[in-house]
């Protein structure tokens, strides 16, 4: 984990350097592509609380509250990544805060998210995919939401080869990890699992599962390079939508949560 942070806090160099062109990018265009917007624009209509958990450059925090949010928390293990996405939410005035820490385990207090949203490029430093999902499902109030926009979990196979698609001969699909050759991971760790790894977290969280779909584009491209893999034959990025239950469960069955003691956290009422 300590050299993978390092190696981000590297490739997040990326984001200072180019700090005046991303400034200019949030100003005059979203982050969230239409299959995102298409799924979230309801639920930001009710001005959510959202947290975004490997908040990055924060352009998608951005392009959040623009479409609606009331406020986004990011959580980044880069202090690179954070200071600058600091630094550009301030400076365009958004409601848009940062922290920096290593997750799971996000040092927020339980139930602060109406939303929450996490993706392109964030699952792949999970070794411990239960382990999110619960930290999630801890966040999100009841009735909440989790929002996932990622590639797709058979993109580390593909070439990216310009004549046609072809498959890595290192890799499968049912490792459990391998190492990122290419920027901006320079040779950090990257975790995989199945997209039916991933939605059995989601669901032994106790969240309820509302939409996953598959897409042929990437949400990242390399430069000017047209890889073959990318043209609509293979999956290169999915969504996911789940819902936190408005019921916990009790020696007698489900009952509704409520506001318990204090400490303002939810716990289920008495049975």
Known sequence: MESNRIA???????????????????????????????????????????????????????????????????????????????????????????????????????????????????????????????????????????????????VPLWTWDEDEPRIRPDRGYFERSHVNDTFPANGAVEWQTTLAGIITAVLGAGLELRHVAEHPEPFWRWGDLDAAAWRGQLPNTFTLLARKPSWGTGPTGPVPWCRAGRSGRWGTSAA
């Open 8 to 154: 981000w806090e590297t490739a997040s160099r990326k984001h200072v350097d180019e700090y005046d062109e991303l400034l200019d990018e949030a100003r005059t265009r979203s982050a969230l592509s239409p299959c995102e917007l298409e799924l979230l624009r309801p639920l930001l209509a009710d001005s959510p609380a959202v947290v975004h958990l490997q908040s990055g450059h924060g352009l998608d925090d951005i392009a959040l509250v623009a479409e609606g949010a009331r406020s986004v928390v990011g959580v980044d293990f880069s202090s690179v990544a954070a200071t600058a996405a600091q630094r550009r939410a301030d400076e365009l005035g958004v409601n848009c805060r940062y922290v920096v820490a290593e997750l799971p385990g996000a040092p927020l207090r339980d139930g602060c998210a109406d939303l929450v949203y996490t993706g392109k490029g964030a699952l792949i430093w999970m070794p411990d995919l239960d382990a999110w999902a619960a930290d999630v499902a801890r966040l999100a109030r009841p009735g909440g939401h989790l929002f996932v926009h990622e590639a797709h979990p058979m």
